[in-house]
C-alpha cells in the first residue's frame, strides 16, 4: 500500500531558532526551506499529489505558488523542483476540488497533459468533475441528474485524455479518474476506464462517504476490476481499513490528515502508533488575536502575558518526566490558559500527553533533533514539524499492514 502526500507547499526553515523563536537573518524561503522528505531521515510517502489549480491558480483565484515558484516548477521540472530523492514519485492532478462550483471544469484534457509533460509528472489523472451525492440504491429515480452528466462528462474526458497521450506518445504514465455516485456507478465507471486503456484508476469524490460505503462500492468494482490494474483512493487515509481496501484491490491513496490533524484537529495533534496526544498549546503572545484584543482593551497586561509566555515554556524545556515537574509544567499552562482568555481547557488532556511525553520515545529525526518543541501547538515551525512527524508515524503504521508486507515482500 503506498501513500502520496498532496502538495500544498508546506515547508519548514531547517535554521529556525525554537528559543527566541526567530528567522535566520538571510534565510531565503526558496533556497532554505525543506519539504518533509528533507528533514526527515526518510521521505514519509512513496509520491507527492501536484494539483494544477493549486499551481496555476483556478476559478476561485491564486494558487498556494507565487508566479516565481510557478515559473521555477515549469523550468526546473517537478523532480527537481521539489528535490525529490530516487524512488519518490509525482503524480499530477488537476484539483477538481477548486472548480467544482463551476457547470464543467475549465480545463481542456490537452491543457491538463501539457501540465503534465511541461513539468516532467511520472503519472497523470484525468480531467475530471467531482460528483457530490452517494446512494446505495441501485436506481437512477430520484437522483440529481448531474451526478450522471458529471460522472459521463469525467468518463468522456478520461477517453479524451486517453487518446492525447497515445497520440503524442506520452511519457506520462495515465491514470484514470473515476467518478461515481453509487457502487454500481463506480463498478460501471471502472469497467469503461478499463476498456479505455488504463491499468492505474484513481477513485474520486469519496472523501465524504462512510467508510462502509467505500467498501460496498470498493466491492462491487473488485467484480469488474482487472488483476492488473491498479486503484488509488483520492483524500482517503482511515488507516484501520486500508487491509480491507487492499483486499479489494487499492493500491495506494493520498491524505492531508495525518499532516493537518497536527495544527487544525481539536485532540488528535501528536501521533503515536497507539494513539494521538493533544499538543501543549503556547500562543505567541503578539500571534494570539483574542490575546491582542484583550491587551489593547487594557484587561491583560502586556507585560504579564510575556512574563506567563516565557515561564510556561521554561517550564516544558526542563521538564524531565518527574510529577514534581509536571505539575510545574501543568500550573504554567494553567497560569496561561486563563490569561489568553481559552475558551476551553484542554489541562486534563495535557496531563496525559506529559506523562506519555511521546517524544522522548519517537524515532523520528525530528523529535530526537527538537524534543518537546514538537508537542508544544505553537506557530506554523513547530506546527508544520509535528505534521511532518506524524506523517513518518502513519508511514510506519502502513509498513506494518498485511497489505504492506505482501506486495513489498
Ligand atoms: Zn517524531
Redesign the pocket.
Known amino acids: 500500500m503506498k501513500f502520496y502526500f498532496p502538495d500544498s507547499q508546506d515547508l519548514v526553515s531547517p535554521a529556525y531558532d525554537f528559543v527566541r523563536d526567530e528567522y535566520q537573518a538571510h534565510r531565503v524561503r526558496q533556497r532554505d526551506d525543506r519539504y518533509a522528505h528533507e528533514v526527515l531521515a526518510e521521505a514519509p510517502y512513496h509520491g507527492i499529489l501536484v494539483s494544477k489549480s493549486i499551481v496555476d491558480g483556478s476559478i476561485k483565484g491564486a494558487g498556494k505558488y507565487s508566479t516565481a515558484q510557478r515559473a521555477r516548477l515549469y523550468r526546473m521540472g517537478v523532480h527537481k523542483f521539489f528535490r525529490l530523492p530516487p524512488g519518490v514519485e509525482a503524480l499530477g492532478d488537476n484539483g477538481a476540488f477548486n472548480y467544482v462550483d463551476e457547470a464543467v471544469p475549465p480545463v481542456t484534457p490537452a491543457e491538463t497533459l501539457d501540465f503534465y509533460e511541461e513539468c516532467g509528472f511520472d503519472a497523470g489523472v484525468s480531467t475530471d468533475h467531482v460528483v457530490f451525492g452517494f446512494t446505495e440504491n441501485h436506481e437512477s429515480d430520484g437522483v440529481d441528474p448531474e451526478w450522471e452528466s458529471r460522472r459521463r462528462l469525467t468518463l468522456g474526458l478520461a477517453a479524451d485524455f486517453m487518446s492525447l497521450s497515445r497520440g503524442r506518445n506520452s511519457t506520462v504514465e495515465p491514470v484514470g479518474a473515476a467518478q461515481g455516485w453509487s457502487p454500481e456507478t463506480y463498478a460501471d465507471s471502472v469497467r469503461a476506464l478499463q476498456e479505455l486503456g488504463y491499468q492505474r484508476i484513481a477513485l474520486g469524490g469519496m472523501v465524504p462517504l462512510k467508510t462502509s460505503q467505500i467498501l460496498a462500492s470498493l466491492e462491487r468494482i473488485s467484480e469488474v476490476l482487472k488483476s492488473d490494474t491498479q486503484l488509488h483512493l483520492l483524500g482517503i487515509t482511515r488507516v484501520e481499513s486500508m487491509d480491507d481496501f487492499a483486499d479489494l484491490g487499492v493500491t495506494s491513496f493520498d491524505s492531508t490528515s495525518a499532516f493537518r490533524q497536527a495544527f487544525m484537529d481539536d485532540r488528535k495533534n501528536f501521533h503515536t502508533a497507539e494513539r494521538a496526544y493533544v499538543a501543549l498549546r503556547v500562543p505567541q503572545v503578539d500571534g494570539n488575536p483574542t490575546l491582542k484584543r484583550a491587551i489593547l482593551a487594557g484587561n491583560v497586561s502586556q507585560k504579564d502575558a510575556i512574563t506567563a509566555e516565557r515561564e510556561t515554556l521554561k517550564a516544558l524545556r526542563t521538564y524531565d518526566s518527574s510529577a514534581t515537574s509536571r505539575q510545574a509544567c501543568i500550573d504554567r499552562l494553567s497560569e496561561y490558559e486563563v490569561i489568553c482568555q481559552s475558551k476551553k481547557s484542554y489541562l486534563a488532556a495535557y496531563e496525559e500527553t506529559l506523562a506519555a511525553a511521546p ?1 522522548t520515545r ?7 533533533d527538537h524534543g518537546i518543541e ?1 508537542a508544544i501547538f505553537r506557530g506554523t515551525e513547530r506546527n508544520k514539524r509535528r505534521g511532518f ?1 506524524n506523517m ?2 502513519l508511514a510506519t503504521k502502513m509498513s506494518k499492514l498485511k497489505s504492506h508486507r505482501s506486495t513489498d515482500g
Not at 519517537?362 to 530526537?368: D, P
Request: one cysteine or more; glycine letters at 0%; charged letters at 25%.
Open positions: 517524544w519517537c524515532e523520528c529525526k525530528i523529535c530526537r514538537i512527524h513518518s508515524v
